[in-house]
């Protein structure tokens, strides 16, 4: 362990060491604004950013997967160069309303600089700038972003280290535990004795595998963000997107789960007085609406939790290139070693906080099933 810890410092002293410098070469020409590069490291991309900011940055280009009018275009992000260019018509959006967003330009067969294409209509303002889009195109993206990458790949780690376990448990039958199984057999007990047979009681067999699947897919995803080169650093679990699906899956779980005395506590709630339920049905009003705020809570505070952690540590980092630009690289340097000690700290604590939201999301899920199906007492 103290080997890994070692090993990922290292790694991220010498990323950001580099980062620092490059940073510092453009000071100069270019004042650094905190807000878009923490904002544009937290949010989907269409790339993977590997270094650098602006037409300077370095990414890894990800498939463009477009259907319009029902015919496929596909094509690199790297063809936008960073925003800046327009490939076959397709271009990132430059207008405040179509940021981070594919748009059908009006010259359907223009390839070059927005800038070109704006001088060539005569465009000065940004309010014309909307008049190069094609408004009434029906562009549908199926892209791989950075966060579906990331998934991707978060999937097959998942398939290979529980296959591998699989097959050490076959090969190595009333044998003691070895490596991966090693490793992942302490969680696996842990969110049976202490999730799934405490929420579920004797029908917990049946949503096990769910939990677990939910369990490390949360906890990997969790620190994968956590690493910050390639194939890490992807903000998954701090997407609204994939927390809301997940949320939804407690929902439709919870719900189809559900028995008759679990709709008879939100309807009729017994132990309430009668005033509360009748003639204006205030209790059961609010049991209504705690079907729904219970996942939405799940949604939001994995989302919320992750994405703050995120945002931190690149603020962290920020503060490098902010003293550095405002009084010389000498301070940046001097800020560096104690943004570098913060963010290491940080870190550390986010990896507790990955555990702790992975775990937190699947014993509510857990709990909030089992209370679904808790029979009349």
Not at 17 to 39: C, M, Q, R, Y
Not at 70 to 99: D, I, Q, R, W
Not at 354 to 374: K, N, P, S, W, Y
Request: a negative charge; aromatic letters at 14%.
């Amino acid at each position: 362990m103290k080997k890994f810890l070692l090993a990922l410092s290292t790694v991220i002293f010498l990323f950001f060491s580099t980062t620092s410098l490059f940073a510092t070469e453009n000071s100069e020409s270019e004042k650094f604004n905190p807000g878009p590069f923490i904002v544009g490291h937290v949010i989907d991309d269409y790339g993977w950013h590997i270094t650098g900011e602006g037409a300077q940055s370095v990414s890894i280009p990800l498939p463009v997967i477009l259907f319009d009018g029902g015919k496929p275009v596909v094509f690199m992000s790297n063809k936008f160069h960073h925003g800046h260019c327009a490939y076959k018509g397709y271009a990132l959006g430059f207008t405040p309303e179509t940021k981070r967003t594919i748009v059908k330009l009006n010259d359907s067969e223009f390839t070059g600089e927005i800038a070109e294409l704006a001088q060539k209509n005569n465009i000065t303002d940004d309010e014309g700038m909307a008049s190069l889009i094609d408004a009434d195109a029906s562009l549908i993206d199926i892209s791989i972003t950075k966060n579906v990458c990331s998934l991707l790949i978060s999937i097959i780690i998942l398939l290979w280290l529980f296959l591998k376990v699989a097959k050490q448990y076959k090969q190595r039958e009333n044998q003691a535990p070895h490596g991966a199984q090693g490793l992942v057999e302490p969680l696996i007990l842990f969110i049976r004795d202490e999730v799934a047979i405490p929420s579920l009681g004797n029908k917990y067999e049946k949503y096990f595998p769910y939990l677990l699947t939910l369990f490390f897919f949360i906890l990997v995803n969790n620190l994968m963000g956590l690493i910050p080169i390639f194939p890490g650093g992807a903000n998954v679990t701090g997407n609204i997107a994939i927390t809301g699906i997940l949320a939804v899956i407690t929902f439709l779980m919870t719900t189809f789960s559900s028995n008759k005395n679990y709709w008879k506590h939100i309807v009729n709630t017994p132990g309430v007085p009668w005033f509360l339920k009748f003639p204006i049905p205030l209790m059961p009003v609010v049991e209504f609406i705690g079907i729904f705020t219970k996942p939405f809570v799940l949604m939001v505070r994995l989302f919320a939790n992750i994405t703050a952690g995120h945002i931190i540590a690149l603020g962290v980092i920020s503060l490098i290139f902010i003293f550095g630009g405002l009084y010389g690289p000498a301070l940046g340097y001097g800020v560096s070693i104690v943004s570098l000690v913060f963010y290491v700290f940080m870190g550390l604590l986010e990896c507790i906080v990955a555990f702790i939201q992975a775990f937190v999301f699947t014993l509510l899920t857990a709990l909030f099933t089992g209370m679904a199906m808790e029979e009349e007492h």
